[in-house]
């Protein structure tokens, strides 16, 4: 076992950065979620790099192709989190019965009903559930490093819409679903790392789950644009959506609380985006009618009747909602998108610090990690930690996931910037 | 009488029922379609991007405001036609290879359209060797260029490269505007492409927050459109093809 690991230093380094208090160390995620993962070809990568046990590399994520960071490669990286994940995919179809597949020329596995069939353009269609019978709900097109949705909205009729038909995807969880989440929840809980898990129906409006890629035949309002025309337009149909959706959703979490208890420390709420590269999607009007019931209400919920922490992921310019997030309940901010404009890290840290925690902030995905030097990387890592680590309330993560076509070097970097700050390089 | 006032507000409320019903009773009326957009649907549309430049509007207005306007504009195309009325310019534009996302695209186009140009939309994932064949068949003033994802932003450079080597070259002193996430020195990133330097900037990753819709002023009388930005996700590389191309008459 790790240095990081022993004695459950990294669980207790990242419960005191979020509580803010100050950590021994920063502690460090890469893996943990859908929005904090690795491109699998890295993956692949960064296990040879590290000299690791040669195998390919699980894609546990179909949908942005994530490679699953198993605990050498954690340790390795110097992770202190682990994510506890729904076995079932954006895709339908679950993380079991693995078998090869070339990707790109690389050897991976995947779940046994990724099933494809490529097109004359050499596009790669992914299937939901698996089933070769349904239209197809992804396209990778060909040479691309992972999926899209494919817009499938042949049953909406502007005039006859139901709210049921956008409520397809969040069902009651079955005694199954419960023992599956209860398994792994406890095959994830060895007291080292932290725990952070997505047990989804909780998402409000996340574009990426609007088209439903894992139902086969879905109905209502599931193309990207209808959505966003109808969260102005059809205000009292998100309405109805949003409500029946939480009050599912909140059935579902006690339901798992009652199996787990306080077995998890932090739970990843929602991934709806909110803020643009320069702008937001919306008012913060419209956020406060639309969305902030719903946030208050499931945040209320959590944190008077468990300990988990409250995850929320919104990428871009999102800074004029974190003191909505706040009065709503939330206590983790996500990816923490310094590019975008109006978020610079110190004023951040300064205005919101004591009151959210960054995961994220770690070092730029759009420019500098993919297309800048290990030296560029470095400087930012490190000024990065400076600005945002003091007092805690800090984990860190490269801002989003590790993208495809990201030099090893300039992940090493990274990591190495994150040690060296810490004086152990 | 057809109320151009009415039409103006329907396409600037994005109420596309009302905007198709005034365009209806404008036809009815013989109204000359050149003066509904004119002195209704490019006024709205102005005015839609000046409130998306406040922080007033948002994507969800900017498509609401974009499909009244369309609506509209389905019912004046043929007409149009008929009168002989010569578009503003002609324009290409599409998603890079790669990408699949459109939204952005699809409010330039809806905006330039607007702003009378007629816009051939070659969709997404668009190898550039689709992009050359239409500006061989279509001869446009302005070519542009959508993206984005950070790992689709260099087929950008390789859709230019295409072009060029097509000897569809930018005339001299062609204004190229980029449009990228981050507005500062969009010229600059124009010419790092032009100069076969790396591409250091880089639109939204995936998940990065969605769409980046162009803010289109269009200045008629000097027929030159200029795009104000504001945002991430789609860039948006404008170029301006002339020369070696005869132009259509």
Same mark, same amino acid.
């Given at each position: 076992?790790?240095?990081?690991?022993?004695?459950?230093?990294? =669980?207790?380094?990242?419960?005191?950065?979020?509580?803010?208090?100050?950590?021994?160390?920063?502690?460090? #995620?890469?893996?943990?979620?859908?929005?904090?993962?690795?491109?699998?070809?890295?993956?692949?990568?960064?296990?040879?790099?590290?000299?690791?046990?040669?195998?390919?590399?699980?894609?546990?994520?179909?949908?942005?192709?994530?490679?699953?960071? !198993?605990? #050498?490669?954690?340790?390795?990286?110097?992770?202190?989190?682990?994510?506890?994940?729904?076995?079932?995919?954006?895709?339908?179809?679950?993380?079991?019965?693995?078998?090869?597949?070339?990707?790109?020329?690389?050897?991976?596995?995947?779940?046994? $009903?990724?099933?494809?069939?490529?097109?004359?353009?050499?596009?790669?269609?992914?299937?939901?559930?698996?089933?070769?019978?349904?239209?197809?709900?992804?396209?990778?097109?060909?040479?691309?490093?992972?999926?899209?949705?494919?817009?499938?909205?042949?049953?909406?009729?502007?005039?006859?819409?139901? @709210?049921?038909?956008?409520?397809?995807?969040?069902?009651?969880?079955?005694?199954?679903?419960?023992?599956?989440?209860?398994?792994?929840?406890?095959?994830?809980?060895?007291?080292?790392?932290?725990?952070?898990?997505?047990?989804?129906?909780?998402?409000?409006?996340?574009?990426?789950?609007?088209?439903?890629?894992?139902?086969? #035949?879905?109905?209502?309002?599931?193309?990207?644009?209808?959505?966003?025309?109808?969260?102005?337009?059809?205000?009292?149909?998100?309405?109805?959506?949003?409500?029946?959706?939480?009050?599912?959703?909140?059935?579902?979490?006690?339901?798992?609380?009652?199996?787990?208890?306080?077995?998890?420390?932090?739970?990843?709420?929602?991934?709806?985006?909110?803020?643009?590269?320069?702008?937001?999607?919306?008012?913060?009007?419209?956020?406060?009618? +639309?969305?902030?019931?719903?946030?208050?209400?499931?945040? #209320?919920?959590?944190?008077?009747?468990?300990?988990?922490?409250?995850? $929320?992921?919104?990428?871009?310019?999102?800074?004029?909602?974190? !003191?909505?997030?706040?009065?709503?309940?939330?206590?983790?901010? %996500?990816?923490?998108?310094?590019?975008?404009?109006?978020?610079?890290?110190?004023?951040?840290?300064?205005?919101?610090?004591?009151?959210?925690?960054?995961?994220?902030?770690?070092?730029?995905?759009?420019?500098?990690?993919?297309?800048?030097?290990?030296?560029?990387?470095?400087?930012?890592?490190?000024?990065?930690?400076?600005?945002?680590?003091?007092?805690?309330?800090?984990?860190?993560?490269?801002?989003?996931?590790?993208?495809?076509?990201?030099?090893?070097?300039?992940?090493?970097?990274?990591?190495?910037?994150?040690?060296?700050?810490?004086?152990?390089? | 009488?057809?109320?151009? $006032?009415?039409?103006?507000?329907?396409?600037?409320?994005?109420?596309?029922?009302?905007?198709?019903?005034?365009?209806?009773?404008?036809?009815?009326?013989?109204?000359?379609?050149?003066?509904?957009?004119?002195?209704?649907?490019?006024?709205?549309?102005? !005015?839609?991007?000046?409130?998306?430049?406040?922080?007033?509007?948002?994507?969800? !207005?900017?498509?609401?405001?974009?499909?009244?306007?369309?609506? @509209?504009?389905?019912?004046?195309?043929?007409?149009?036609?008929?009168?002989?009325?010569?578009?503003?310019?002609?324009?290409?534009?599409?998603?890079? $290879?790669?990408?699949?996302?459109?939204?952005?695209?699809?409010?330039?186009?809806?905006?330039?359209?607007?702003?009378?140009?007629?816009?051939?939309?070659?969709?997404?994932?668009?190898?550039?060797?689709?992009?050359?064949?239409?500006?061989?068949?279509?001869?446009?003033?302005?070519?542009?260029?959508? @993206?984005? +994802?950070?790992?689709?932003?260099?087929?950008?450079?390789?859709?230019?490269?295409?072009?060029?080597?097509?000897?569809?070259?930018?005339?001299?002193?062609?204004?190229?505007?980029?449009?990228?996430?981050?507005?500062?020195?969009?010229?600059?990133?124009?010419?790092?492409?032009?100069?076969?330097?790396?591409?250091?900037?880089?639109?939204?990753? =995936?998940?990065?927050?969605?769409?980046?819709?162009?803010?289109?002023?269009? %200045?008629?009388?000097? %027929?030159?459109?200029?795009?104000?930005?504001?945002?991430?996700?789609? @860039?948006?590389?404008?170029?301006?093809?002339?020369?070696?191309?005869?132009?259509?008459?």
């Amino acid at each position: 076992m790790s240095v990081i690991d022993q004695a459950g230093l990294s =669980k207790q380094r990242v419960l005191d950065a979020i509580s803010h208090r100050n950590p021994d160390r920063v502690p460090v #995620d890469f893996g943990a979620t859908a929005v904090t993962g690795i491109h699998v070809s890295c993956v692949a990568a960064l296990r040879e790099h590290f000299q690791l046990e040669k195998r390919p590399v699980k894609v546990h994520e179909p949908f942005q192709m994530l490679g699953l960071v !198993e605990d #050498d490669l954690r340790q390795a990286l110097g992770a202190d989190v682990r994510g506890v994940f729904r076995r079932g995919t954006m895709f339908g179809f679950k993380t079991e019965d693995w078998k090869p597949w070339c990707f790109n020329g690389l050897e991976i596995l995947v779940p046994g $009903k990724f099933n494809t069939t490529v097109t004359p353009e050499g596009d790669t269609l992914i299937y939901p559930g698996g089933d070769f019978s349904a239209k197809p709900s992804g396209r990778m097109p060909k040479g691309f490093h992972f999926f899209d949705a494919i817009i499938r909205q042949d049953h909406f009729d502007p005039d006859r819409l139901n @709210a049921e038909d956008n409520l397809e995807e969040f069902q009651p969880l079955t005694e199954d679903d419960l023992d599956e989440i209860a398994t792994d929840t406890a095959a994830a809980d060895r007291g080292d790392c932290a725990l952070l898990a997505s047990f989804g129906g909780t998402a409000l409006g996340d574009i990426a789950l609007v088209p439903v890629p894992h139902l086969a #035949d879905p109905w209502g309002i599931r193309d990207i644009t209808e959505w966003y025309i109808s969260t102005r337009s059809r205000r009292d149909y998100i309405h109805q959506i949003f409500s029946r959706q939480v009050e599912i959703g909140l059935a579902n979490l006690a339901r798992i609380f009652a199996r787990i208890g306080n077995g998890i420390d932090i739970l990843f709420l929602c991934g709806t985006d909110f803020g643009t590269q320069t702008s937001s999607f919306c008012s913060v009007s419209t956020f406060r009618e +639309l969305w902030f019931p719903y946030y208050k209400q499931m945040c #209320d919920w959590i944190h008077r009747n468990t300990g988990w922490k409250i995850f $929320k992921h919104s990428c871009g310019s999102a800074e004029r909602f974190y !003191e909505s997030f706040i009065e709503a309940g939330i206590d983790v901010i %996500n990816p923490v998108q310094c590019s975008a404009v109006g978020m610079d890290p110190a004023f951040l840290k300064s205005k919101y610090g004591d009151r959210l925690v960054f995961w994220g902030g770690g070092v730029d995905t759009q420019h500098v990690l993919p297309f800048g030097t290990p030296s560029e990387v470095r400087e930012q890592v490190l000024r990065r930690c400076e600005i945002l680590a003091p007092g805690g309330g800090f984990v860190f993560n490269a801002i989003h996931n590790i993208q495809a076509g990201t030099p090893v070097a300039n992940i090493v970097a990274m990591i190495e910037a994150v040690k060296e700050f810490h004086g152990e390089a | 009488m057809a109320d151009l $006032k009415k039409l103006y507000d329907a396409v600037l409320n994005g109420d596309a029922k009302t905007a198709v019903a005034v365009t209806q009773s404008a036809i009815a009326e013989s109204m000359n379609p050149a003066t509904l957009i004119s002195e209704a649907m490019i006024p709205a549309m102005a !005015e839609v991007g000046r409130l998306y430049e406040c922080d007033e509007y948002f994507v969800p !207005e900017l498509l609401l405001s974009a499909r009244a306007m369309k609506g @509209a504009l389905e019912l004046l195309r043929p007409l149009l036609a008929e009168t002989g009325v010569q578009p503003t310019g002609r324009v290409i534009i599409g998603t890079v $290879k790669g990408d699949l996302h459109d939204i952005g695209k699809n409010l330039v186009s809806s905006m330039l359209e607007g702003g009378g140009f007629e816009v051939t939309d070659l969709g997404t994932d668009v190898t550039p060797e689709k992009f050359v064949a239409a500006v061989q068949q279509k001869h446009p003033q302005i070519v542009c260029l959508s @993206a984005l +994802l950070t790992v689709t932003m260099p087929a950008m450079k390789t859709t230019i490269a295409a072009l060029e080597n097509a000897g569809l070259q930018a005339s001299e002193g062609a204004r190229r505007r980029c449009t990228g996430n981050f507005p500062v020195c969009p010229a600059d990133r124009c010419r790092r492409i032009r100069r076969e330097r790396q591409y250091r900037r880089n639109p939204g990753t =995936k998940d990065g927050g969605g769409n980046r819709p162009l803010d289109v002023r269009l %200045n008629s009388r000097r %027929n030159q459109c200029s795009f104000t930005q504001r945002q991430q996700g789609e @860039a948006s590389s404008i170029s301006r093809f002339s020369g070696t191309v005869p132009r259509r008459a």
